[in-house]
Nanobody, 124 residues
Framework: QVQLVESGGGLVQAGGSLRLSCAASGRTFSTNGMGWFRQAPGKEREFVAAIRWSGGNTYYADSLKGRFTISGEYAKNLVFLQMNSLKPEDTAVYYC?????????????????WGQGTQVTVSS
């Protein structure tokens, strides 16, 4: 099993920035990458960003590219999400997930382990 703990969420004004962190523990050798997803009130959970450990390739939702940046420290089992120019529509619970499968990197089915989520609220 892999345990994931997110931190860094909170309340921020529109235009501000936050950096989310995710720490993984347990059988982390079984993961091939990490991802961030979010779920806004009344909406389905959606893909935000992902990083592949082999090669360090990064992937983003098209609408977020340029504002959000994912990075990781494989040896420390850490992944980060830098969020800039935040908008009220970014308000959501943000989840860290560990990828173990071979499905498409944007597919939730590829991620076997999930954190508890951290709330991000952006005020206008």
């Amino acid at each position: 099993q892999v345990q994931l703990v997110e931190s860094g969420g909170g309340l921020v004004q529109a235009g501000g920035s936050l950096r989310l962190s995710c720490a993984a523990s347990g059988r982390t050798f079984s993961t091939n990458g990490m991802g961030w997803f979010r779920q806004a009130p009344g909406k389905e959970r959606e893909f935000v960003a992902a990083i592949r450990w082999s090669g360090g390739n990064t992937y983003y939702a098209d609408s977020l590219k340029g504002r959000f940046t994912i990075s990781g420290e494989y040896a420390k089992n850490l992944v980060f999400l830098q969020m800039n120019s935040l908008k009220p529509e970014d308000t959501a619970v943000y989840y860290c997930a560990a990828r173990t499968g071979a499905q498409l990197i944007r597919s939730q089915a590829a991620y076997a382990y999930w954190g508890q989520g951290t709330q991000v609220t952006v005020s206008s």
